[in-house]
């Protein structure tokens, strides 16, 4: 992805390796943050979380050309046979916002999950109309929540969203 006005915007999408560990207290914050500046439901996640997606290479890392994170997003499963995938937890750094990154990574996102887990069912829960887009783009369609995972871990994963009651 190449965008004009600076070299600092200049950034790839790459499938993480344990080489992107030293992103995950950054991706945490401007996860935080945002939460906190939408007042929406984004899940909060502990970069230890972070840092085993980064090593399982079960997440997408956005980064400038001389090496600024930008924006990040990870496959999370759920199931006996990890048949349910959601790509969760994207993220752009605010300076990065509008510019089309969101997609990317959720593009990159959707193709490593289908790679990773071909039989699964895909889904993303959300409350960003930006991301709701996104997802609608990928093919994904609203359902009710019985069409999600019954795994448990997957609803004791919810109980840190401020929209889970």
């Not at 499938?15 to 939460?35: F, G, L, N, P, R």
């Not at 906190?36 to 230890?48: C, F, L, N, Y």
């Not at 079960?58 to 001389?66: D, E, P, R, Y």
């Not at 089309?100 to 993303?124: H, V, W, Y």
């Amino acid at each position: 992805m190449q965008m004009n006005d600076s070299v600092d915007r200049k950034i790839q999408i790459y499938t993480t390796t344990k080489d992107h560990i030293k992103y995950a207290v950054e991706i945490c914050d401007v996860i935080k943050d945002a939460a906190k500046d939408r007042g929406t439901g984004i899940a909060k996640r502990d970069p230890k979380y972070i840092e085993q997606k980064i090593k399982d290479s079960k997440a997408v890392i956005a980064l400038t050309c001389t090496g600024k994170f930008a924006g990040f997003c990870y496959i999370e499963s759920w199931g006996e046979n990890k048949d349910y995938v959601a790509n969760s937890g994207l993220i752009i750094v605010p300076k990065y916002r509008g510019l089309g990154l969101g997609k990317l990574i959720k593009e990159k996102a959707f193709q490593l999950s289908r790679k990773t887990f071909p039989n699964a069912k895909m889904f993303g829960i959300t409350t960003s109309p930006a991301v709701m887009r996104i997802n609608y783009y990928l093919g994904y369609r609203p359902v009710t929540f019985d069409h999600l995972t019954e795994d448990e871990s997957f609803w004791i994963g919810c109980q840190c969203c401020s929209n889970y009651d």
